[in-house]
């Protein structure tokens, strides 16, 4: 097998990736063209295998520069990488050969995403991540009556009855609209990063990205923006704005969106990270998602190591 590194993401990969165990969303080009157009300052690479000139699989990953110094991830932002391969040995060639990038003298830092838990640990910094995945099975009705809490049930009734509904976005405008109430809502809890509207914008013109809004009569309370790739739905952005407190549009937009989900043959919905907040993790408990752990793989070199300690003391000072 032959393995060699390409500017960018190389055309006809998505094909590719459909026929994949190990892939996501994340490594496909709906999510990794529209992440390079924002992160300008990072270069986009691949690793692709092949064997009689014909594609047996690849890695996509993003180099981060420091004056000559690089950083390399799969994927940026804590999103799933590694390899997308039809083999367990294709597959682990490729996460070999990715991890011996660290030789180069100039890179500080190497790392992936192991979301199905499948690339050899050994000799790297490993952290546990964790999400919430609900199982779509048998059908929607079966999950409300079954996995939602009474509470939850009650609180999507309540909407409901109070004039709530929930759509689909349509146009650039309606995405505008959604971005206005996420933007508030970062600065109002003064998050260190806010994601650009034209993320958002190009994301929403993929084919396989679905933005829902809830509505109260005419005014947008909020929405979700999800991810179908396969047979899994990725809850990826979601927020409500402080006028729906009270008359339970989060819960509402979760539950028209799972239903969707249902109705159009998917059989997982990721319901994201919950960074440890208890709330939230209950919250998606309440609705039936399960904990799902996975891993964060990290080799940095000595010199990374000990920068990384000083700003942590620094920062604690």
């Known amino acids: 097998m032959h393995i060699e590194i390409v500017d960018g993401i190389p055309d006809g990969l998505d094909e ?9 969303f994340y490594q496909t080009s709906s999510w990794l063209e529209p992440l390079s157009h924002w992160l300008t300052s990072m270069d986009v690479r691949c690793l692709v295998a092949t064997k009689a000139d014909e594609v047996v699989g690849y890695l996509p990953f993003f180099v981060r520069r420091r004056g000559p110094f690089e950083a390399m991830w799969s994927n940026p932002l804590g999103t799933y990488g590694g390899p997308v391969a039809r083999t367990d040995n294709e597959f682990k060639q490729l996460a070999e ?36 995945i609900l199982q779509l099975t048998p059908d929607f009705e079966t999950l409300w009556s079954d996995a939602f809490e009474k509470s939850k ?4 009734r309540k909407a409901i009855r109070e004039g709530l509904t929930v759509s689909e976005a349509r146009t650039h405008d309606d995405v505008r609209a959604y971005y206005a109430i996420y933007r508030s809502r970062i600065a109002a809890w003064q998050q260190r990063i806010c994601l650009p509207e034209s993320l958002f914008l190009n994301l929403f013109d993929r084919k396989n990205v679905k933005l829902f809004l809830a509505f109260l009569d005419k005014t947008l309370l909020g929405g979700h923006m999800n991810f179908y790739f396969g047979d899994a739905v990725i809850a990826w952005n979601g927020v409500t704005s402080e006028d729906s407190r009270g008359v339970q549009a989060s819960t509402l937009l979760y539950s028209k969106c799972i239903e969707h989900a249902c109705e159009n043959g998917f059989t997982s919905y990721n319901l994201g990270a919950s960074l440890g907040k208890p709330s939230l993790i209950e919250y998606k408990e309440a609705i039936g998602g399960e904990l799902y752990s996975y891993r964060s793989l990290t080799w940095r070199s000595r010199g990374a190591r000990v920068a990384s300690r000083v700003l942590r003391t620094f920062r604690g000072s």
């Open 97 to 132: 050969h990715f991890f011996e990038l660290r030789k180069a003298k100039n890179v500080f830092e190497v790392g992936l995403v192991d979301f199905g838990n499948r690339v050899d640990s050994t000799g790297v910094h490993k952290e546990e991540n964790t999400t919430h």
């Open 153 to 156: 049930r009650r609180q999507t």
């Open 16 to 24: 590719f990736c459909v026929s994949s165990p190990t892939a996501t």
